[in-house]
């Protein structure tokens, strides 16, 4: 309940931000109405990302690490968030909390990177072309996700994180910070750090990847950090022209069984 908290005492902070940001600097592909009729869906995946699904990727995390747990032998289960950070050999639980959150967030960062590419593949796609799916983009379709897709990549990033024994507090909090760090990563903001966005992710560099274009597929997968896309060769963002229109190929309806339940039936075809 206290990470629930936090994303949405932080949706009212950084939102009002974002809307603001997208007013000040729009990027060339403006921001739609947020409470335009077609955004509804939107507005639904806040309720259904953060409590929904927010409440499973816990419960797997949790349900991972004390199997790894027992298979080691610790057997503490009733400690289950202090027992990596009490036994693990590595440098992190000795460091200070400002030094281990944002060497978290370069791991966590880092292990996105190639969740996000593996779900990219033709066989996983569907469950992911669900946040592909928004036709204007803007902060407010950050938390459009299919649960399934949205538990595997946080179980995915979540999970190291407590098993290289930072602090339980990282644990708790590195989830509510990246969600709420979508929401300036999905803004219509134009935002150029000049040398700096061949390292840093911005707006600009994430609205590439969301193009349907065909040059910008299977491109800009890093969600922090940009540098990954530099180095394993996924790096677009062209200078000279912003990206024409979002979406899929074919469209996927903003219905809730457009979205939730034929992507998981095509799965399951193939």
Same mark, same amino acid.
């Given at each position: 309940?206290?990470?629930?908290?936090?994303? =949405?005492?932080?949706?009212?902070?950084?939102? +009002?931000?974002?809307?603001?940001?997208?007013?000040?600097?729009?990027?060339?592909?403006?921001?739609?109405?947020?409470?335009? !009729?077609?955004?509804?869906?939107?507005?639904? =995946? /806040?309720?259904?990302?953060?409590?929904?699904?927010?409440?499973?990727? !816990? @419960?797997?995390? %949790?349900?991972?690490?004390?199997?790894?747990?027992?298979?080691?032998?610790?057997?503490?289960?009733?400690?289950?968030?202090?027992?990596?950070?009490?036994?693990?050999?590595?440098?992190?639980?000795?460091?200070?909390? /400002?030094?281990?959150?944002?060497?978290?967030?370069?791991?966590?960062?880092?292990?996105? =990177?190639?969740?996000?590419?593996? &779900?990219?593949?033709? &066989?996983?796609?569907?469950?992911?072309?669900?946040?592909?799916?928004?036709?204007?983009?803007? /902060?407010?379709?950050?938390? !459009?996700?299919?649960?399934?897709?949205?538990?595997?990549?946080?179980?995915?990033?979540?999970?190291?994180?407590?098993?290289?024994?930072?602090?339980?507090?990282?644990?708790?909090?590195?989830? +509510?910070?990246?969600?709420?760090?979508? %929401? =300036?990563?999905?803004?219509?903001?134009?935002?150029?750090?000049?040398?700096? &966005?061949?390292?840093?992710?911005?707006?600009?560099?994430?609205?590439?990847?969301? @193009?349907?274009? +065909?040059?910008?597929?299977?491109?800009?997968?890093?969600?922090?950090?940009?540098?990954?896309?530099?180095?394993?060769?996924?790096?677009?963002?062209? &200078?000279?022209?912003?990206?024409?229109?979002?979406?899929?190929? +074919?469209?996927?309806?903003?219905?809730? !069984?457009?979205?939730?339940?034929?992507?998981?039936?095509?799965?399951?075809?193939?």
């Amino acid at each position: 309940m206290r990470s629930l908290a936090i994303v =949405y005492l932080g949706l009212l902070i950084i939102a +009002p931000l974002c809307a603001l940001a997208q007013r000040l600097r729009p990027s060339a592909t403006p921001a739609p109405r947020v409470l335009s !009729r077609s955004r509804r869906v939107d507005w639904l =995946y /806040w309720i259904v990302t953060p409590l929904g699904t927010g409440f499973l990727t !816990r @419960a797997a995390t %949790l349900t991972f690490a004390a199997m790894v747990v027992l298979a080691l032998g610790w057997g503490d289960l009733e400690a289950l968030l202090d027992v990596f950070h009490a036994r693990s050999p590595l440098p992190f639980a000795r460091w200070p909390l /400002w030094a281990q959150f944002p060497t978290a967030i370069v791991i966590a960062d880092f292990v996105s =990177y190639w969740s996000h590419r593996a &779900r990219h593949h033709a &066989r996983f796609f569907p469950l992911h072309a669900v946040h592909h799916s928004a036709r204007e983009l803007d /902060w407010l379709a950050a938390a !459009r996700m299919h649960p399934l897709d949205d538990l595997v990549d946080n179980v995915a990033v979540t999970l190291p994180i407590l098993l290289l024994g930072f602090d339980p507090v990282v644990f708790v909090a590195i989830g +509510p910070a990246l969600l709420l760090h979508t %929401l =300036y990563l999905h803004s219509a903001v134009q935002l150029s750090l000049g040398p700096l &966005r061949y390292v840093i992710a911005t707006p600009d560099f994430h609205r590439w990847h969301h @193009a349907i274009e +065909p040059e910008a597929q299977g491109s800009n997968y890093g969600g922090v950090l940009a540098i990954w896309d530099v180095m394993f060769g996924t790096f677009r963002m062209p &200078r000279d022209r912003a990206p024409s229109a979002f979406g899929v190929e +074919p469209p996927i309806d903003d219905s809730l !069984r457009a979205q939730l339940v034929r992507p998981l039936e095509r799965v399951i075809r193939a």
